[in-house]
């Protein structure tokens, strides 16, 4: 008898063909988020250079904030993976019910917490008024989703490390176009809509995630993927979520840190100007879309490393991680050829104004030299994390950024010619060194002895 998507074996079979059954759909899903942020700026890049400045800037800000769950999602994702491998889906489906009340109460505490500072979070930054004024805007209400944003992250996380990508992948579908078509509709006062300008931009990002927790809530409780949750004598475990934050911590904070780290390096560009600002926003959104194959088959591998040391396949595990990284290093490289070649009407998808373009596809030429390596990085520190081993990833990205990225960041502006162009070196320099350092923990293998 033939066995179901749902009923697939992930620790056996071809590691190629594995990968790259659990890693399409995946990509698909991440795809169509990307592809909804870049419709997003594309439709503010009408409103304006310093509407593009402001939303950019205050979506790093957000991501600081909200950066804490991904140590939630990281924590659940390598325990259901092990569990799910063991065979043991009774406790995956434990993991996963406290995974959702950890969830809750983060998104709850963030938008109670964090909304009300918005403006004097802004105006730490130095910005021109009218940036400051739709960041502003912008932020605050990205920030009153969390609780969806929250639950939406943990509800995906959780399918695919069970097995399940296909229901996130067709979840996101649905969600990102609903997200996609409400966005001019919202931004602009189409039709009966009011017109909200940035505010409509993250409104529609929050319609769209709060769709899809329900979608995720409403699958889950109707076991039409492979774990099932239910209320019958459901209550809060202590040591089932202390299990979940231990491991999450270290992905926590190297997920804070390094947001943070960007916003630092936005911080850097505020002296160059309004168009410096919107260039290195524009950059940071396009390297998104770039990095996602390797964060995608990254996270691939990071559940098949979790699956086989769970069936106590440590070398399989190893071989997975190696594959991902061949596959994702490809990609990168026809990635990087492509931005060489047309990295100037890459931002005039956006905005045509001259000087924005011309800023803007220095930049992107400059980071071709770090997205050569960069499937190194995303893949092998999901594979880690996957493995429940979460401190060595952590410790090597703080190297990465804070003791390389952001003090050449800088100085290489203020003691060479480079001006605002040596914020981009600095960055590439930083990537090539956490991939050197992730390359050699790897090989070292202590990852394959970590327990959860």
């Given at each position: ?13 071809s590691?190629f063909g ?5 890693s ?17 700026m ?16 205050a979506s ?19 325990l ?20 959702f009340?950890?969830?809750?109460v ?8 964090a ?15 009218s940036v400051?004024?739709?960041g502003?805007?912008y932020m ?35 969600v ?7 966005d ?8 009966v809509?009011?017109?909200m ?10 319609v ?13 409780f ?11 004598n ?11 934050v ?24 505020v ?23 390797s964060?995608?088959?990254?996270m ?16 399989r ?14 990609v ?13 009407s890459?931002?005039?998808l956006?905005?045509?104004e001259?000087g924005l ?11 071709t ?11 092998l ?14 410790l ?7 003791a390389?990225q ?17 914020v ?19 090989r ?9």
């Amino acid at each position: 008898m033939r066995e179901t998507a749902l009923e697939r074996d992930w620790t056996k079979g071809s590691i190629f063909g594995n990968l790259v059954s659990l890693s399409w759909p995946m990509m698909v899903h991440e795809g169509f988020y990307l592809m909804s942020q870049l419709v997003d700026m594309i439709w503010v890049g009408k409103l304006g250079v310093a509407h593009i400045a402001g939303v950019g800037i205050a979506s790093i800000i957000a991501m600081v904030i909200r950066s804490a769950a991904m140590g939630l999602t990281t924590g659940t994702i390598a325990l259901v993976a092990r569990f799910v491998g063991a065979g043991d889906v009774r406790g995956a489906n434990r993991i996963a019910s406290q995974a959702f009340v950890i969830s809750f109460v983060y998104g709850a505490a963030v938008t109670v917490i964090a909304v009300p500072f918005a403006k004097p979070i802004l105006g730490l930054f130095g910005l021109e008024a009218s940036v400051a004024a739709e960041g502003t805007a912008y932020m605050r209400m990205l920030l009153v989703g969390t609780v969806a944003m929250s639950f939406w992250g943990v509800g995906q996380s959780i399918m695919k490390a069970s097995g399940d990508p296909v229901t996130p992948m067709r979840v996101s579908i649905f969600v990102r176009c609903v997200h996609i078509a409400l966005d001019p509709f919202l931004i602009f006062g189409w039709w009966v809509f009011p017109r909200m300008g940035v505010s409509g931009a993250a409104l529609s990002n929050i319609v769209a995630q709060t769709l899809g927790a329900s979608i995720f809530t409403m699958v889950f409780f109707n076991g039409r993927t492979r774990l099932r949750l239910t209320l019958s004598n459901f209550g809060v475990d202590l040591s089932i979520i202390w299990r979940i934050v231990k491991i999450g911590i270290p992905a926590g904070v190297m997920s804070m840190q390094r947001s943070f780290g960007n916003l630092m390096l936005t911080w850097f560009m505020v002296p160059f100007g309004t168009f410096a600002v919107a260039a290195h926003s524009l950059y940071q959104k396009i390297r998104q879309v770039v990095f996602m194959p390797s964060w995608v088959l990254g996270m691939g591998s990071g559940v098949l490393v979790g699956q086989n040391l769970g069936a106590r396949q440590p070398g399989r595990a190893e071989r997975t991680g190696w594959a991902a990284t061949g596959l994702a290093e490809g990609v990168m490289f026809i990635c990087s050829v492509a931005i060489l070649l047309w990295a100037e009407s890459i931002i005039c998808l956006f905005n045509p104004e001259p000087g924005l373009v011309e800023i803007a596809s220095v930049f992107l030429r400059i980071a071709t030299a770090g997205f050569l390596v960069v499937g190194f990085v995303g893949v092998l520190q999901r594979s880690i994390a996957g493995a429940g081993d979460t401190l060595p990833p952590m410790l090597i990205s703080l190297v990465m950024i804070w003791a390389v990225q952001l003090p050449l960041a800088y100085f290489l502006p203020r003691v060479t010619n480079l001006g605002m162009y040596g914020v981009g070196w600095a960055i590439v320099t930083g990537v090539v060194m956490g991939a050197v350092a992730l390359i050699i923990y790897f090989r070292l293998g202590r990852w394959k002895h970590k327990k959860v």
